[in-house]
């Protein structure tokens, strides 16, 4: 069973919320709750409300039937949004401008633990 949860045109720069991303790949969803509450990162809340999302969604799609104890974060990934390009007013007449970047949130969650491929 995979539930997913998508978050698009979030007014974040992609590198800020891969940095938080990456630590919560491949773990429980409990411990990964857990961990994202003590983040001291604003990305940190977002995606802790993204999982939260694909879980409702995984226990809506099979009807009650899942164990959420037994989720974990099967793939998380981060994407780059729209760029809003602005202009900020400088000395002599110039301009110099601005990119308000955002990004796009993707996780999937799957009741089968992910296995580390062997080298």
Known sequence: MEATAHLRHFRMAPRKISVVAAIVRGMPVEAAINTLTWTK???A???KKLIESAMANATDLS???VDIDKLYVK???VDQGPTQRRY???AMGRATP???K???LHVVLSDVAVKKAKK
């Open 75 to 77: 793939s998380i990934h």
């Open 102 to 104: 955002s990004s796009h």
């Open 98 to 100: 601005v990119h308000k």
């Open 88 to 90: 900020l007013p400088r």
């Open 41 to 43: 990162r604003a990305a």
């Open 63 to 65: 009807k009650g039937a």
């Open 45 to 47: 809340l977002p995606i």
